[in-house]
């Protein structure tokens, strides 16, 4: 008997325009519950965004949305994806995750990033430093939540923050799923090898993903950290369809840059096939029709069940 292979899937709605997506602000409170109403049926976990604008248009806080949802939906994992070490404290945020995980009895995947688009920290007023900087703050980030989860009182000095006779009470019990995101080879998978108990990444031309993964595994090896510890998960945008041609008629030039999967449930599986055999075993997945959900339906029907 052959075993299918083996992915999950979340589902991240939009917190507000992501270029692909109709959204309308008077109507979507009710367009988000139609969404989550059916994606909690049958994804196991929910996912919020962490942009604060990318011009002027319409968008809800990430963490507002993510405690809404785990109010409203009691059942599903709850992930970000992925925070930005620099719109809150390290310090606050681990006092943040943890109280989310103790409220909702442990459905916590915490998504952590270091940030990059300058426009939007320039618009809501954060220091825009250096890459490099921002991935040793990002590093220190993590250093910090870890031990806020762990000690009671926990002490930290770095050379971007300190916490002093801490504490973070309720400390979570289990502790939050902690996925860090990024594809910086240098360092910020370095972090990820040293730290992380799942990596994230955008999607990506086949051959990039190979590397990425190689690359990864490499600083694992260096750090002394098992490779296959770590959970490797994406998060592309579907386009999907009956017609073949309608869906990839409907990805555009989004399909030639290798950040979507486009086609119809065949192709669609064939595609997570690849990835499946690359080593990623997680997706959490978009799609274009927020208010038909006809795309979401199709994915749940056709392709989720593939993948059990």
């Known amino acids: 008997m052959l075993h299918k292979p083996r992915m999950e899937f979340g589902y991240n709605p939009p917190c507000g325009d992501r270029g692909y997506e109709l959204i309308r602000p008077r109507e979507y409170l009710s367009d988000l519950h139609s969404a989550l109403d ?60 943890a109280s989310l995980q103790h409220m909702s009895s442990g459905r916590l995947i915490l998504g952590y990033g270091a940030g990059w688009y300058e426009e939007e920290y320039r618009s809501y007023g954060f220091d825009y430093p250096s890459a490099g900087i921002r991935i040793d703050m990002f590093k220190e980030g993590v250093e910090i939540i870890r031990r806020m989860w762990t000690d009671s009182p926990a002490d930290f000095v770095g050379a971007h923050y300190r916490v002093e006779n801490v504490f973070c009470e309720p400390r979570p019990d289990p502790q939050p799923v902690l996925m860090l995101g990024g594809g910086g080879e240098k360092r910020t998978l370095k972090v990820v090898a040293e730290q992380a108990d799942w990596w994230n990444d955008v999607m990506r031309p086949t051959k990039e993903l190979k590397h990425k993964l190689e690359v990864l595994e490499n600083h694992c090896t260096e750090v002394g950290r098992n490779y296959d510890e770590i959970r490797k998960t994406l998060a592309p945008r579907f386009f999907i369809d009956r017609s073949n041609e309608k869906a990839k008629e409907m990805a555009g030039g989004k399909k030639s840059s290798g950040q979507v999967i486009a086609g119809d449930p065949s192709a669609v599986r064939e595609q997570l096939d690849e990835l499946v055999e690359l080593g990623f075993d997680f997706v959490v997945a978009t799609f274009p029709r927020f208010q038909e959900l006809d795309d979401m339906k199709l994915f749940v029907n056709e392709v989720m069940p593939y993948f059990e």
């Open 38 to 97: 059916v994606a909690s049926q049958s994804f196991g976990s929910l996912w919020s965004s962490d942009h604060l604008n990318y011009s002027s248009e319409f968008r809800v806080e990430c963490w507002t949305l993510l405690t809404w949802m785990a109010a409203r939906y009691p059942g599903p994992m709850l992930g970000t994806v992925v925070m930005c070490n620099s719109f809150r404290n390290p310090s606050l945020l681990a006092k943040m995750s």
